[in-house]
């Protein structure tokens, strides 16, 4: 099935419903069908089959209507990040050997093309940016079957369906988001996308309209907790995604939202959905990042997480590695234990900064930690801990504490940066090169 394949029908049989809001804007299933076909025929007068299409647009609404006009007329759409500067757009479109350039002074041709192409789902549909904890982009393209083949189990997993009425924060850039946007179009939902960062407008548009599903990364689902005044019993359902939350602001997510059903995945570009756990998983295993995906099969070779679905995008089939090392326990739960090559030598201890980032979130005080080596005289390296307070009177002593008691001597911090709050990536993942040593 192509991306857009429900369209149509939900324009059909629920052509009143809304489906996308933003900022004041509202639009229905019909008006969405009758303006992607619009837009397909007249950029279709312009465009080769396979194509590529680049959209650097700031509203998310125009982000998916020429998303799916550009997939219809047979393009191939790459979003780029509305604030990347002007000559890193240029090389990405270089990069991209983009048709057309869709931005706020692209003016659609006069023309409209009669017939459209014929769309199997095998042709590609998007190149999706990558960009892990490094910031470094990498771009995947993507067909339509591996995102559609997981629309059913999405539904079932994240507890979503055509009633449902999802809230999205952040940018569609983010594969992430628009996977998630995408989906529920598919299932015939409503998308409510957030006016801006502000957490406490969040909390009024997630009332206002009645919201029933939130999707987040876990910086934002801490930010959400701190504007909450009063528990929201309107939520049945919450996902979260792009790194592993820890278990206090899972079972505070719980507290806040009681009728809602948690869920957590872990997945990547390049292999698309692979484990989830809800909130029992983390009670039994914290640490883990749950079962596998329905269709999902995972071999460990070396350590390294090598993954075969039919979630993966085509130039990773039939198994892929994004570098994630991991273990299965006896219960058939998955758990990350760090990144191939990712380690700190500290006078040759071997020390996995993903271990040291598992304990200092389970300290009391600390609403989130991350782990880097950085330079020493003597050892080479030694272990750093860059944390966001929950506690405002945590000191570092209390960290170093608790660190002695499950921790090595080697692997503990031997330094401790406190900061306001992470930086992230477009994805939501901490920017590790961003983090400096500064006091």
């Given at each position: 099935?192509?991306?857009?394949?429900?369209?149509?029908?939900?324009?059909?049989?629920?052509?009143?419903?809304?489906?996308?809001?933003?900022?004041?804007?509202?639009?229905?299933?019909?008006?969405?069908?009758?303006?992607?076909?619009?837009?397909?025929?007249?950029?279709?007068?312009?465009?080769?089959?396979?194509?590529?299409v680049?959209i650097?647009?700031n509203?998310?609404?125009?982000?998916?209507?020429?998303?799916?006009?550009?997939?219809?007329?047979?393009?191939?759409?790459?979003?780029?990040?509305?604030?990347?500067?002007?000559?890193?757009?240029?090389?990405?479109?270089?990069?991209?050997?983009?048709?057309?350039?869709?931005?706020?002074?692209?003016?659609?041709?006069?023309?409209?093309?009669?017939?459209?192409?014929?769309i199997?789902?095998?042709?590609?549909?998007?190149?999706?940016?990558?960009?892990?904890?490094?910031?470094?982009?990498?771009?995947?393209?993507?067909?339509?079957?591996?995102?559609?083949?997981?629309?059913?189990?999405?539904?079932q997993?994240?507890?979503?369906?055509?009633?449902?009425?999802?809230?999205?924060?952040?940018?569609?850039?983010?594969t992430?988001?628009?996977?998630?946007?995408?989906?529920l179009?598919?299932?015939g939902?409503?998308?409510?996308?957030?006016?801006?960062?502000?957490?406490?407008?969040?909390?009024?548009?997630?009332t206002?309209?009645?919201?029933?599903a939130?999707?987040?990364?876990?910086?934002?689902?801490?930010?959400?907790?701190?504007?909450?005044?009063?528990?929201?019993?309107?939520?049945?359902?919450?996902?979260s995604?792009?790194?592993?939350?820890?278990?206090?602001?899972?079972?505070?997510?719980?507290?806040?939202?009681?009728?809602?059903?948690?869920?957590?995945?872990?997945?990547?570009?390049?292999?698309?959905?692979?484990?989830?756990?809800s909130?029992?998983?983390?009670?039994?295993?914290?640490?883990?990042?749950?079962?596998?995906?329905?269709?999902?099969?995972?071999?460990?070779?070396?350590?390294?997480i090598?993954?075969?679905?039919?979630?993966?995008?085509?130039?990773?089939?039939?198994?892929?590695?994004?570098?994630?090392?991991?273990?299965?326990?006896?219960?058939?739960?998955?758990?990350?234990t760090?990144?191939?090559?990712?380690?700190i030598?500290?006078?040759?201890?071997?020390?996995?900064?993903?271990?040291?980032?598992?304990?200092?979130?389970?300290?009391?005080?600390?609403?989130?930690?991350?782990?880097?080596?950085?330079?020493?005289?003597?050892?080479?390296?030694?272990?750093?801990?860059?944390?966001?307070?929950?506690?405002?009177?945590?000191?570092?002593?209390?960290?170093?504490?608790?660190?002695?008691?499950q921790?090595?001597?080697?692997a503990?911090?031997?330094?401790?940066?406190?900061?306001?709050?992470?930086?992230?990536?477009?994805?939501?993942?901490?920017?590790?090169?961003?983090?400096?040593?500064?006091?």
């Open positions: 099935m192509r991306i857009d394949g429900n369209l149509k029908k939900w324009a059909q049989e629920q052509p009143e419903r809304i489906c996308l809001i933003h900022s004041g804007q509202r639009l229905t299933y019909l008006q969405l069908e009758n303006e992607v076909d619009a837009v397909s025929r007249r950029l279709a007068s312009q465009l080769q089959k396979g194509d590529r680049a650097q647009l509203d998310p609404i125009q982000q998916i209507l020429y998303l799916l006009a550009t997939v219809r007329a047979g393009g191939i759409a790459v979003l780029l990040d509305p604030s990347l500067p002007a000559d890193k757009r240029l090389q990405t479109e270089k990069k991209i050997q983009a048709a057309l350039l869709i931005d706020p002074t692209f003016i659609l041709p006069e023309d409209s093309a009669e017939q459209l192409p014929a199997k789902p095998s042709d590609l549909f998007l190149g999706a940016f990558s960009s892990g904890s490094t910031g470094n982009p990498k771009l995947i393209w993507r067909d339509h079957q591996s995102w559609t083949s997981a629309f059913a189990a999405q539904s997993v994240f507890h979503l369906s055509s009633e449902t009425c999802l809230y999205l924060v952040g940018s569609l850039v983010y992430g988001n628009l996977n998630s946007a995408i989906h179009l598919h299932a939902g409503t998308l409510v996308f957030g006016k801006n960062r502000s957490p406490r407008t969040w909390v009024q548009e997630i206002a309209h009645q919201v029933s939130i999707f987040m990364v876990p910086t934002h689902y801490r930010l959400l907790l701190h504007a909450l005044d009063e528990p929201l019993e309107q939520i049945s359902a919450l996902v995604c792009g790194a592993k939350m820890d278990f206090q602001t899972a079972r505070q997510l719980t507290e806040r939202f009681p009728a809602a059903r948690f869920c957590e995945y872990y997945g990547a570009s390049e292999l698309g959905h692979v484990s989830y756990a909130f029992a998983d983390l009670e039994k295993y914290p640490d883990s990042i749950g079962k596998l995906f329905p269709g999902v099969h995972v071999s460990l070779r070396d350590g390294l090598w993954v075969e679905s039919p979630y993966l995008a085509p130039d990773f089939r039939p198994f892929a590695t994004v570098g994630d090392l991991g273990k299965i326990n006896e219960d058939g739960y998955l758990f990350l760090g990144r191939e090559g990712d380690i030598n500290s006078g040759g201890i071997k020390i996995r900064p993903k271990e040291v980032e598992q304990v200092l979130n389970r300290c009391p005080g600390i609403s989130e930690a991350v782990v880097k080596g950085i330079a020493d005289p003597l050892r080479g390296q030694k272990v750093a801990a860059w944390i966001v307070k929950a506690d405002p009177d945590l000191k570092p002593d209390e960290i170093k504490h608790f660190c002695s008691s921790l090595s001597k080697q503990a911090p031997q330094k401790i940066f406190f900061i306001d709050k992470l930086p992230l990536t477009t994805s939501g993942k901490p920017d590790y090169s961003k983090l400096t040593c500064e006091d």
